[in-house]
């Protein structure tokens, strides 16, 4: 537990953690418009695609092999 000397430092260090708070603050709502923009239709779809292109891939290959 830190000991303060004067209010000069207990205000410098009130400030300190509200500028700290506002940062994460601000970094959990990039997070929550990032996790939103993920959960897109589009994005989902995109990731669908991938999967299928690759599964599918690997099928015709193993087809192909037999």
């Known amino acids: ?8 430092e207990i205000n410098a260090d ?4 509200n500028l ?3 940062i994460a603050w601000e970094e959990i ?8 923009e993920d959960l897109q239709p589009y994005n989902w779809m995109k990731t669908a695609i991938s999967v299928t292109k690759k ?3 690997l099928y015709l290959v193993r087809k192909i092999l037999k």
């Open 1 to 8: 537990m830190k000991t303060y000397k004067n209010q000069n």
């Open 14 to 17: 009130l400030a300190r953690l």
């Open 20 to 22: 700290e708070r506002k």
């Open 29 to 36: 709502k990039g997070l929550r418009y990032q996790l939103e």
């Open 55 to 57: 599964y599918g891939l």
